[in-house]
């Protein structure tokens, strides 16, 4: 399938560490994009990174992505309780019948204890 | 001033019934989306317009009828209700044109529908 997976599933820490969640995906994409959800919430943007790009920051995330690996990373640090919520991973595959579509993963649930 | 506004946020309703939920949204983007997202959290695209043209239209059963009077709504109608059907229905927009790299998404705060 298209989408993207995220790792882990659940991530559970402390206020103030840092949190790193992953996502793999298995076909050419022309952009991944991080999204957050608060429970009971709709979706909101974070970041985006370009296939042609390998890194991208803003503000305490920070975002990697290898195309020979197919996979990205998102890492927050010095993480508070406010950034409880679930993170998804978003491909962008711009051509052909997937033209417009981003696929989305099942998300990782992060909460921050205080 | 909501950007993407879509009602009702919560829907219950029979087996059989027919229910449709609405999305606006102020943003002056040209396409909008219909995405469902399941107890799992799984989210996955139903349907897409581009300036009032259906562009995407996933494996949906045909009881899901979207409709977009203008580029700012997009509403979605649902026939027949299932139990399956049970789920929080999200609308997106963004500026994508048709061409080119799929940008950002702008999401509404969903609707859940819930078929007893």
């Known amino acids: 399938s298209q989408q993207g997976e995220e790792d882990p599933q659940a991530l559970s820490i402390q206020e103030g560490e840092n949190a790193t969640m992953n996502c793999s995906y298995k076909?050419?994409?022309?952009?991944l994009q991080w999204y957050r959800q608060n429970s009971g919430r709709g979706l909101v943007h974070l970041i985006l990174?370009?296939?042609?790009?390998r890194e991208k920051h803003s503000g305490r995330l920070r975002v990697t992505l290898d195309t020979s690996k197919k996979s990205s990373s998102l890492l927050i640090t010095a993480s508070r309780a406010a950034d409880t919520a679930s993170y998804f991973c978003?491909?962008?595959?711009?051509?052909?019948?997937?033209?417009?579509?981003?696929?989305f993963g099942r998300g990782t649930q992060l909460t921050v204890w205080p | 001033d909501t950007a993407v506004s879509q009602t009702p946020k919560y829907l219950v309703t029979q087996m059989g019934n027919d229910k449709s939920i609405k999305c606006e949204q102020n943003l002056g983007h040209d396409t909008m989306y219909w995405y469902k997202q399941d107890s799992k959290k799984f989210l996955k695209i139903m349907f897409s317009y581009n300036n009032k043209e259906l562009i995407i239209n996933e494996t949906v059963p045909n009881r899901f009828s979207p409709k977009s009077p203008d580029k700012a709504h997009l509403n979605l109608h649902i026939n027949s209700l299932e139990l399956g059907d049970s789920a929080v229905y999200f609308c997106?927009?963004?500026?994508?044109?048709?061409?080119?790299?799929?940008?950002?998404?702008?999401f509404g705060e969903g609707s859940r529908l819930t078929v007893l």
């Open positions: 978003a491909t962008g595959v711009d051509r052909g019948s997937t033209l417009g579509r981003l696929y």
């Open positions: 076909t050419s994409i022309n952009n």
């Open positions: 997106a927009s963004s500026p994508y044109r048709g061409t080119g790299n799929t940008g950002e998404l702008f």
């Open positions: 990174i370009r296939s042609n790009e």
